[in-house]
């Protein structure tokens, strides 16, 4: 079998993404993960299990191959929940990165059982919608393989309300916490911090009136559409 | 027609009032913008779409003018929210600042459509009174020229309650979130961070008591005094 | 009359403890104000009014006579909340420094009305029993001399539950914020920064139970003896 | 007696811990301390009394003897807590460190005298259960020994629900705040870290939803395997 060379911007960035984690304050002690693919080699970089992040190198992230998990480079374990990054990368073409963190704010919605309610601009500008929270893992599930049934019931999920990955780069797994993805690991690690960020919003929303209204569908669309497909016109265009 | 100059002194404030919001913790990712005028040139300062605060350069800021919002400078595309800051300028001559943020606690009370009370001194040294939340936006409004509109709306929430916009320089769009302003943009960043303090206190003060009294009219006014106008002690007179 | 030299060491001492309320989070933009005074030379050095904290220098303090206030030394106009200090100071001969901040946690318990309960050892540590919060100020205080007033209602406050300054070394300002105060500047802080700390755990404490117990008197009165008074036995008996 | 001499890495991991704890945001002025023993030796080191955190060096630890508490290095009182750690480490051969802090989230739920539920993941990589509250202490307990008795209590609380030490490797003393321990002082800190983490997150799952349900039972013991005992699959394997 031919050998599979890692992208060195690959590394970097998904080095970057990991490191971004820590300095927004989403992940804490060795609690959560970054990976990005290289759908042109077929290669998977993620982080390494139980490393904390502040000693962290480059070098030290694991490549396995896309399509089986096969390790492919790298002298260390790779994060635990590689299974749940591997069914979503295989499941959907279109992401480049995902990201897991217990971040607080958002793991407390993941823990109630309950969606974050898209109550405004900053939701909408990067989630089409609530962002939805998964039934709870059966015991067989969680006995099972485990970290692979939770990528199954984020695919579930999504697909239970027919969501786009692209339009909703999250899902809070029950008892658990949040994933998020994008179309590389950038992308996915802003769409962590914004999520973590409409969460707080969304907490003290529904504290300061347990029966406030969603935003306006229309002014979703709106946001959602300033930033994302043809018709955007937030940004400078680079993307 | 003749080429306006941008003050040098005016590009280097406009780009420390948006560092300062993301030091302060108010921005998140490229959320929120600051901007600055100089009526005598008659040239309006603003940054640029989408860029991180953390790669900003003062030379990145884009200019317009002030009348007509038409490109004098930059080789960037203007901040998406340009027409809400064009038509506050345009309303009110005594404002040489704006900042809009999403910053979490103001937001939570945008979100809840709810204003926020003048609980106390902290408030009124910045604010004289509650702080008003607009109406939603119409779905006209919204497919239309929706940041023109969003300018709109403010005008419209403070002449409702005959505010003046120098005693009353802020207020929070529903759904969306905060909009500020100044005398100039130091001024705008200044109440940006005093209102998301009033915010945070005030989310507390009604956690602790939710029939919690507002600030006396008497000791609104004294501490609104204290600060600005003619009577003013505060300070050591430099402004 | 002869001149007043201020004590080197006093400059010093009150210039860190300014620092310490920027870099505790305690203050923001130029709120709030450490103070202390040498009672041997008679002098009281306070921050200036309106400086920002990042661009104060140990010369900027202002000196003024204990007993009447009048400018002994410094170019620039005192905190105009001097006239609190000095009624405090005139009144209790063993304060030695006082702090004044509109920290977040503490005054939302002084914009709500409520005492600050004793619920845990952190709280007996620096406060023997509830912090207790003034009057609202009447509307001739308010329009009268109101610094002064807020410090005699400081006073009234204290006095009102036969409180120990030393024991008791804070009052909630209603509609306003906290005022802490110790033998010296840096105990001032010292309290400011635990008071804000206590006024966060009794407000999730209230929360999570809203009939939540005060610590028992036996507990209170150990904690506050461990720290304070003939049979201290915490620390390093430096003080 | 022979001499105790006192192992340098405990000296240095000792010291360690005591500055993450204050790196981590847990401790505030010098509340709190850390301690860690040798068991070949019979050594317990702990942070000296009222020591700001910044100030503290590793020769300022003090060296007690493990089976009678006697000095055996060091210049300075040890921590006023040094009895609830000893009583701790002799009823527990497993434990190697012990931390006390006073940390904001974790001190309001044992202020309000009820355990932090289980409710996700992040709870049971670390804690196997509910994190139990201690009864209150009793009048006599508090006159008496009360740093003796209060170990007393953390030992009666585990031995009431038979929880294993390092199963459950936290207490909330009621009215007081959190102890942590663990194989050693790095285990014990980052145990600390994780029981603030989830009391945050707890405090919002309450307040989002008042019956929020724990976590189920079989994911609990798969995520509490996946970092503790023989199957262990989480992190390089290399503790």
Redesign the interface.
């Known amino acids: 079998m031919a050998t599979i060379v890692v992208p060195s911007d690959l590394r970097d960035e998904v080095w970057r993404a990991n490191r971004r984690l820590a300095d927004a304050g989403l992940v ?4 959560g993960n970054a990976s990005g693919v290289d759908r042109a080699t077929g290669v998977l970089l993620i982080k ?4 904390p992040y502040d000693e962290l190198t480059p070098g030290m992230l694991v490549a396995v191959a896309l399509h089986d998990g096969r390790l492919v480079a790298g002298d ?2 790779p994060s ?1 929940d590689l299974p749940t990054h591997l069914a979503l990368y295989q499941r959907y073409p279109g992401i480049g990165g995902i990201v897991h963190t ?1 971040s ?2 958002a ?8 969606p974050i309610p898209a ?4 939701h909408a ?1 990067h989630f089409r919608g609530a962002v939805p929270v998964s039934r ?2 059966t ?1 067989d599930e ?2 099972g393989q ?1 970290e692979l049934e939770t990528g199954h019931v984020i695919i579930e999920t999504l697909e239970a309300e027919d969501l786009d990955p692209l339009s909703m780069p999250a899902v809070l797994v029950a ?3 949040p994933f998020t993805w994008g179309p590389d690991a950038t992308a996915a690690v ?1 769409n962590a ?2 999520l973590e ?1 409409v969460a ?10 347990p029966d ?2 969603p ?2 569908d ?2 979703l669309e ?1 946001h959602h559409r ?1 930033k994302h497909g043809r018709g955007a ?5 680079r993307r």
Do not use: N
């Open positions: 804490t002690l060795s609690f390494p299990s139980g490393v260390m374990r635990s217990h607080t704010e793991t407390a919605w993941a823990q109630a059982g309950r109550f405004g601009t900053t500008d709870r893992l015991t969680i006995d485990y008892s658990h916490g802003d911090i914004a960020a707080a919003m969304a907490f003290r929303t529904v504290t300061l009136d406030a209204r935003i306006a229309a002014l709106r300033r016109y937030y940004g400078q265009g």
